[in-house]
């Protein structure tokens, strides 16, 4: 890696641990510097503005989570309930290697959604999240796996919602909460729920 990456990759991950920890807006510039041991003129030598940092990190996260996820489970070849396990298996494996990376937009969500620099990308983010599973759901549907009375648009948006909370109380709980078991439990209670045999 060029001295130039490896520096953007610091302040790339500085600003990402303070995000996470202080919010956007309880963020500084100066923060972010002070934490990578470097001028601002470092910064600016990377990124424009505090903005077009965090427009930056959540290019990174489509990139690193939302599209490897995709392009990991269309690779397997098992019908759509195998293919929403691997949907699980794949974010659990993420989130226990890039906790920060994972649970930022998590944390991030209320405070940026109104923020007119911000909601474009947020939007587009989700979106692709949300179309990737709700085709999964229909998938598993047409092929007599799912319940037939379901909107797998709202499945979609349930799954995410039950995702981001279980995230969230698994970083506020981690040194108590065996992440396996956590995850497994997860999947079983939503994959129940879509079952035929499942919970009316």
């Avoid at 990759?9 to 807006?25: E, N, S």
């Amino acid at each position: 890696m060029k001295r130039s990456e490896d520096t953007e990759r610091r302040i790339i991950q500085a600003a990402l641990d303070l995000f996470v920890r202080t919010g956007y807006h309880g963020t500084s510039i100066n923060d972010i510097m002070k934490k990578v041991g470097l001028t601002k003129g470092a910064l600016y030598a990377h990124f424009s503005s505090k903005g077009d940092l965090l427009l930056r990190i959540i290019e990174e996260f489509k990139e690193r989570y939302i599209d490897e996820m995709i392009r990991t489970v269309n690779e397997h070849k098992g019908n759509a309930v195998e293919k929403l396990h691997r949907t699980f298996t794949f974010s659990s494996l993420f989130a226990y290697e890039h906790q920060n990376l994972c649970v930022f937009l998590t944390f991030l969500t209320t405070e940026l959604k109104t923020d007119v620099d911000f909601e474009p990308a947020l939007k587009n983010v989700y979106r692709n999240y949300r179309e990737f599973i709700s085709q999964l759901i229909r998938q598993g549907i047409k092929q007599g796996l799912l319940r037939k009375d379901l909107n797998p648009d709202l499945a979609a948006l349930s799954f995410m919602a039950l995702h981001d909370g279980v995230l969230h109380q698994w970083v506020l709980n981690r040194s108590q909460v065996d992440g396996e078991q956590y995850a497994k439990t997860f999947r079983r209670i939503f994959l129940s729920g879509l079952s035929k045999q499942g919970p009316c």
